[in-house]
């Protein structure tokens, strides 16, 4: 498990249940017409996702800007996510 975690690979690992939940969570949708819709799922997912993005970048060693462009890229969703939330 150590390795896993300090090689960075435990992020393609939890990337890889992310992907799963959001083909879980968006078939409960079309088959049952209830559950979160299709912008909630991208919003909350991808705010996670892209900070498990940017924490892969930083062990991968890229460059600051591609590190920075995935936080801007959480805060993006997050605040997208919000704005959705508070006129629903």
């Given amino acids: 498990m150590q390795n ?3 090689s960075g690979r435990i992020v393609d690992l939890m990337l ?6 959001i083909c879980v969570l968006l078939a409960y949708r ?7 819709s299709l912008p909630a799922v991208i919003f909350n997912i991808g705010a996670g996702g892209s900070l498990m993005v940017a924490l892969k970048l930083k062990f991968a060693g890229a460059e600051w800007l591609w590190i920075a462009g995935a936080l801007v890229a ?15």
């Fill in 4 to 6: 896993w975690i300090e």
């Fill in 74 to 88: 959480a805060l993006v969703l997050h605040v997208s996510a919000l704005a959705y939330r508070w006129r629903q």
């Fill in 30 to 36: 079309v088959r049952t017409g209830r559950g979160l």
């Fill in 16 to 21: 890889l249940v992310v992907a799963i939940e």
